[in-house]
């Protein structure tokens, strides 16, 4: 059986402002954070590397089991997860090592058994990956950017976010999920405009 790994913490309630508070325990599965066990689950990144860097890790929370998100020596990208065996890869289509900017988003649909890249918005590979039948789990550090043993990732991080689901999940799609993360309202102010510079601080966009 997979090994499992539990996390435990109190969680401090108060529903109105006097009322007395509720103090609720929340421990393995439930307990969300990094720590992936039989959930489906995604990584998203958006980074840049120096020019030829290779064997760098972008995302890895491994340790016998685990996932795995680097740059592979061919300078194209590696996602990889274990179940406390042999961890199984899915190696990107194209480079990602180029010194440019690129958004990676590395998906493991459970339930399916199937890993999934998609690189500056578009589905790069699909792949064979593990079933929710085996945990995740595992005590090893969440590690960005490198390890303490090395395999240092020699770039630059913008965006980073570790999602307990996938895209369906979502109810969103590569297309939407793109759109919005460097076209969306956000970027604008309430009247639909581009900042000049630096962001004002008001809903709109200073002009004169």
Same mark, same amino acid.
């Given at each position: 059986?997979?090994?499992?790994v539990?996390?435990a913490?109190?969680? %401090?309630?108060?529903?109105?402002?006097?009322?007395r &508070?509720?103090?609720?325990?929340?421990?393995?599965?439930?307990f %969300?954070?990094? &720590?992936?066990?039989?959930?489906?689950f995604?990584?998203?990144?958006?980074?840049?590397?120096?020019p030829?860097?290779?064997?760098?890790?972008?995302?890895? %929370?491994?340790?016998?089991?685990?996932?795995?998100?680097?740059?592979n020596?061919?300078?194209?990208g590696?996602?990889?997860?274990?179940?406390?065996g042999?961890?199984? @890869?899915?190696?990107?289509?194209?480079?990602i090592?180029?010194?440019?900017?690129?958004?990676v988003?590395a998906?493991?649909?459970r339930?399916?058994?199937?890993?999934?890249?998609y690189?500056?918005?578009? %589905?790069?590979?699909a792949?064979?990956?593990?079933?929710s039948?085996?945990?995740?789990?595992?005590?090893?550090?969440l &590690?960005i950017?490198g390890?303490?043993?090395?395999r240092?990732?020699?770039?630059?991080?913008?965006?980073?976010?570790?999602?307990?689901?996938?895209?369906?999940d979502? $109810?969103?799609?590569?297309d939407?999920?793109?759109?919005w $993360?460097?076209?969306? @309202?956000?970027?604008?102010?309430?009247?639909?405009?581009?900042?000049?510079?630096?962001?004002?601080a008001?809903?709109?966009?200073?002009?004169?």
């Open positions: 059986a997979a090994r499992r539990l996390e913490t109190g969680v %401090k309630f108060r529903w109105e402002p006097g009322a &508070q509720e103090v609720r325990h929340v421990a393995g599965r439930d %969300k954070s990094p &720590q992936v066990h039989d959930t489906n995604l990584l998203e990144a958006y980074f840049r590397t120096e030829g860097v290779t064997g760098g890790v972008i995302i890895e %929370k491994l340790q016998d089991a685990g996932y795995s998100l680097a740059v020596a061919k300078g194209g590696t996602f990889a997860g274990s179940g406390g042999e961890p199984v @890869p899915l190696e990107s289509g194209v480079t090592n180029d010194g440019r900017w690129h958004h988003i998906e493991a649909d339930t399916a058994r199937t890993l999934t890249l690189i500056n918005g578009r %589905k790069d590979r792949g064979p990956g593990i079933g039948d085996r945990s995740l789990a595992n005590r090893g550090d &590690q950017g390890t303490p043993a090395g240092c990732l020699n770039g630059t991080i913008d965006f980073l976010r570790i999602g307990l689901g996938t895209l369906a979502a $109810q969103t799609d590569i939407e999920l793109y759109a $993360q460097f076209s969306g @309202p956000f970027l604008r102010d309430f009247a639909g405009r581009e900042p000049r510079g630096r962001r004002d008001g809903a709109l966009e200073k002009t004169d």
